[in-house]
C-alpha cells in the first residue's frame, strides 16, 4: 500500500497575488479557497475515516455536537470581546457595514486573517463554512479552535461527498466531460458544490454576505461568484484578496499579530495543492517552467508506476445509465466507489496528468494531477459507451462533452445551458449499462473486457462468415452512392 506523505498547509499558496486595491467600496471582494490541502493520511485512508462513522465538534462552552454522514456538524463558538479581536461588529466597518458574513473557511493563514479583517472593514459577525469534500479528516482537525481564535462567531461543517460525487461528479463522468484534453475537472466539480453550500448555509443563519479567499489571478473566483449569483443574487460578496493591502505571507501574519490572532505554525509547502475525493493537484515552485521533470516526491495519492506492484491488477466497474454501482460486484455508494478505485488505482500509479492549460482569466498555467479512481471510471464509461451508442450519437456526445466541460472549468454549473446538456446527456445514457474489466499495470489501464444488455456489437453480423444479416455483395452499391461526390469532383476536373 502507497504512503501518503505529510503535507504541509497551503495557507502560503494563497498569498501570491495581490489586487487592485480598494479604498472604500463594500460588497465586492475575493474568493477563499476551502478544500486546500495541509495533509493526507495513508492512501485510501483519507475518507473512510470520516464516511459512516459519527463526526464531533465541540463548541466553546463544553457542549458537542455529532453528526454522521450528510450531516451537519455545527460548532458554536462563544463571542469575543473588543481585547480579543479588534473589529466591533455593531457599528460600522472600515470599508461599509454588513450583518452576517459564511466565510469559506479552511483554518490556514489566510481564511484565518480574513475573519478579522472582515470584522475590521465591515462591522459584521462572521461564520466559518467548512466543506467536507474528502480532502481528510486532518484538514479537519482542529477547526473550531482556529476559528475561534480568529474571532468567529459561528463554526458550520457540512459532510458534502456524497452529493459532490453522485451530484457533481458522475453527471461529468456521464457527459465525458475533459477539459482540453486531459484535465479531468476535479476543483472545477467541487466549487459549485461548496458555493451551494454557503448559500444554503447563509439562509440559515441570516447572513447577508459571503466571502472566499481566491487570488485574483484564479479561476476559483469566478467559480464561487457565478454560483452565489446563480442561487442568491442578492448575497453582497466580500473577496478580500481583491480589497486588502496584504501583499504575502510575512504581511498575513503581521497582521495576525495586531489583531491578536495565533498564527498557524506550519511548514510552509513549497506547491499549491487543491485535493478532494476526486483528485489532487499540483502547482507553482519548479512545475511553474514547463520544461521542468516533476520531482518524485511531490505524488501523494499514487505510487511511482516504476515502482507500482510487478504483478497486475484486474478491476470489473458496474455502470447503469452512464453512472458507475459497482466494483468488482459490490455495489458500493458514489463516495465509497470513488474512494475504493482511488486506493487500488493509487497504488498502480494510475491518473497522472502533466498538463499546461488555458485559465479562465486568459493566461496560461501548468499543473500535475493525481486523479486515479477517476481515471479508471473515465476509462471503462468510454469503454461500455462503445458497445451501447451508435456512430451519430457518439459523435454529438463528444462534441458536446467538449463544451459541457467548458462550461464547469468556467463555474458555469448552474446554467441553463449545461443543465439542458446535462439533459440530453442523461437521455443518450439509459442503455449505457452494463460491466467493464479493466487490467490496471504501472501507470496503464487495458480494457480486457466489456459487456452489456444493450449492447448494438452483433458478432453474426461483424464475423468475417458470410451471414443471413449481412450480404457483402450489398457494399457494392453502397460504396457507389458514398463516392458519388468524389466521383463527380473527379469527372469536373478531369
Given at each position: 500500500m502507497a504512503q501518503l506523505k505529510s503535507i504541509s498547509a497551503f495557507s502560503s499558496s494563497n498569498l501570491a497575488f495581490h489586487g487592485p486595491k480598494r479604498e472604500s467600496f463594500p460588497y465586492h471582494g475575493k474568493v477563499c479557497c476551502p478544500g486546500k490541502l495541509s495533509s493526507f493520511q495513508e492512501l485510501g485512508a483519507r475518507t473512510s475515516e470520516l464516511q459512516g462513522n459519527a463526526f464531533?465538534?465541540?463548541?466553546?462552552?463544553?457542549?458537542?455536537?455529532?453528526?454522521?454522514?450528510?450531516?451537519?456538524?455545527?460548532?458554536?463558538?462563544?463571542?469575543?470581546?473588543?481585547?480579543?479581536?479588534?473589529?466591533?461588529?455593531?457599528?460600522?466597518?472600515?470599508?461599509?457595514?454588513?450583518?452576517?458574513?459564511?466565510?469559506?473557511y479552511s483554518g490556514g493563514l489566510d481564511t484565518s486573517v480574513i475573519v478579522p479583517w472582515l470584522r475590521e472593514n465591515y462591522g459584521c459577525d462572521v461564520v466559518c463554512f467548512t466543506a467536507d469534500v474528502g480532502q481528510g479528516l486532518k484538514e479537519l482537525e482542529g477547526l473550531e479552535k482556529k476559528a475561534k481564535a480568529s474571532g468567529a462567531s459561528q463554526l458550520v461543517v457540512k459532510d458534502l461527498k456524497e452529493e459532490f460525487v453522485k451530484d457533481y461528479i458522475f453527471p461529468c463522468l456521464r457527459a465525458g466531460a475533459i477539459y482540453e484534453r486531459k484535465y479531468l475537472l476535479g476543483t472545477s466539480m467541487a466549487r459549485p458544490v461548496i458555493a451551494k453550500a454557503m448559500v444554503d448555509v447563509a439562509k440559515e443563519v441570516g447572513a447577508d454576505a459571503v466571502a472566499h479567499g481566491c487570488t485574483g489571478k484564479g479561476n476559483d473566483q469566478v467559480r464561487f461568484e457565478l454560483t452565489f449569483f446563480a442561487l442568491n443574487p442578492k448575497l453582497n460578496v466580500v473577496a478580500p484578496w481583491r480589497e486588502w493591502d496584504i501583499t504575502g505571507r510575512e504581511d498575513a501574519i503581521e497582521y495576525a499579530k495586531k489583531h491578536n490572532v495565533p498564527v498557524p505554525v506550519t511548514k510552509k509547502s513549497i506547491y499549491s495543492r487543491d485535493g478532494n475525493l476526486w483528485h489532487l493537484s499540483h502547482e507553482g515552485d519548479i512545475l511553474e517552467d514547463p520544461e521542468n521533470e516533476p520531482k518524485k516526491d511531490m505524488f501523494m495519492l499514487t505510487v511511482d508506476p516504476e515502482d507500482a506492484p510487478n504483478e497486475p491488477e484486474y478491476v470489473d466497474i458496474g455502470i447503469i445509465s452512464g453512472i458507475p454501482v459497482s466494483v468488482n460486484g459490490k455495489n458500493l455508494s458514489p463516495a465509497s466507489l470513488l474512494d475504493h478505485l482511488n486506493q487500488i488505482g493509487g497504488r498502480h500509479g494510475i491518473g497522472r496528468v502533466d498538463m499546461v492549460e488555458n485559465r479562465l482569466v486568459g493566461m496560461k498555467s501548468r499543473g500535475v494531477y493525481e486523479?486515479?479512481?477517476?481515471?479508471?471510471?473515465?476509462?471503462?464509461?468510454?469503454?461500455?459507451?462503445?458497445?451501447?451508442?451508435?456512430?451519430?450519437?457518439?459523435?454529438?456526445?463528444?462534441?458536446?462533452?467538449?463544451?459541457?466541460?467548458?462550461?464547469?472549468?468556467?463555474?458555469?454549473?448552474?446554467?441553463?445551458?449545461?443543465?439542458?446538456?446535462?439533459?440530453?446527456?442523461?437521455?443518450?445514457?439509459?442503455?449505457?449499462?452494463?460491466?467493464?474489466?479493466?487490467?490496471?499495470?504501472?501507470?496503464?489501464?487495458?480494457?480486457?473486457?466489456?459487456?452489456?444488455?444493450?449492447?448494438?456489437?452483433?458478432?453474426?453480423?461483424?464475423?468475417?462468415?458470410?451471414?443471413?444479416?449481412?450480404?457483402?455483395?450489398?457494399?457494392?452499391?453502397?460504396?457507389?452512392?458514398?463516392?458519388?461526390?468524389?466521383?463527380v469532383r473527379a469527372m469536373l476536373d478531369s
Open positions: 464531533a465538534v465541540s463548541s466553546g462552552n463544553g457542549s458537542v455536537t455529532r453528526a454522521h454522514d450528510k450531516q451537519v456538524i455545527r460548532a458554536v463558538l462563544p463571542s469575543y470581546s473588543e481585547t480579543e479581536v479588534s473589529g466591533s461588529t455593531k457599528e460600522r466597518g472600515l470599508r461599509g457595514k454588513l450583518n452576517k458574513v459564511v466565510l469559506a486523479t486515479p479512481g477517476g481515471t479508471i471510471l473515465f476509462a471503462a464509461a468510454r469503454e461500455l459507451e462503445s458497445l451501447t451508442l451508435d456512430r451519430e450519437t457518439l459523435q454529438v456526445k463528444d462534441s458536446l462533452a467538449l463544451k459541457y466541460a467548458e462550461l464547469v472549468y468556467a463555474g458555469r454549473w448552474f446554467d441553463p445551458l449545461r443543465e439542458s446538456m446535462d439533459s440530453f446527456m442523461e437521455e443518450i445514457s439509459k442503455t449505457t449499462t452494463g460491466s467493464v474489466t479493466l487490467k490496471l499495470y504501472k501507470g496503464s489501464i487495458t480494457v480486457t473486457s466489456r459487456k452489456s444488455p444493450y449492447s448494438l456489437y452483433r458478432q453474426d453480423i461483424s464475423s468475417f462468415e458470410s451471414g443471413d444479416i449481412y450480404d457483402q455483395a450489398d457494399a457494392a452499391g453502397f460504396i457507389r452512392l458514398y463516392g458519388l461526390p468524389i466521383r
